[in-house]
């Protein structure tokens, strides 16, 4: 089962008619405990309605500092990825799993996501992707369920009401292993190949 859909029965769903409530409605978030702690509050950036969309985990420092998901060594990585394989990132969606950054870019505790997960529904539901790139085991867990492993899922499609969902690695793991900028790329590359066989 679907986190989303875990949500929907166990907490209060808000929705949200357009970008400007959703966004006004995180300005001064306080749901957990990140709010103590964050610079900024770094909600997502790319095309409102773009086909592809990506979930991270959490900003680093760099991003709590700009503001902006994906502006550190990681998210240059990414980039490079991206310009390899002709992705526009600014024709993509890219969002994190929680939107303040976690002391010592921990992984984020379940308060905390959970806390989050109400926004993220709203964007998913704003964007309409096609397609969502899960970048990571807290984006996988969180979205699709904690059943679900990065390890035996990465690089298989997974589809949940319409929507076709791609884990892959971190980023920000392939900074601490080479081997796995191969298999990123892999991924990334499917996710292309898909998109042009599914866009109409």
Sequence with gaps: MC??????????????NNWEELEESIENCNKCKLCK?????????????????LVGEGPGGDEDKQGI????KAGQLMNKAF???????????IANIVKCRPPSNRVPEDDEAEACLNYLRNQVILVKPKIIVLLGSTALKNICGKEYGITVCRGKWIEKKGIL?????????L??????????????????????????
């Excluded at 859909?5 to 769903?13: N, T, V």
């Excluded at 998901?69 to 550190?72: A, E, I, R």
Aim: hydrophobic fraction near 35%; glycine fraction near 8%.
């Design 69 to 72: 998901p994906f502006v550190g």
């Design 175 to 200: 900074l601490r292993d080479e081997n796995k900028k191969i298999e990123f790329w892999k991924d990334l590359k499917e996710v292309v190949r898909k998109y042009e066989e599914i866009k109409v």
């Design 165 to 173: 969902y791609m884990p892959t690695w971190h980023p920000a793991a």
């Design 83 to 93: 310009e390899g394989l002709g992705i526009e990132r600014e024709k993509v969606y």
């Design 37 to 53: 702690t964050r610079l900024n509050i770094v909600f997502g950036t790319g095309k409102k309605d773009a086909d592809i969309m």
């Design 3 to 16: 986190a989303f859909e875990r949500s929907e029965k166990g907490m209060e769903f808000k929705m949200y």
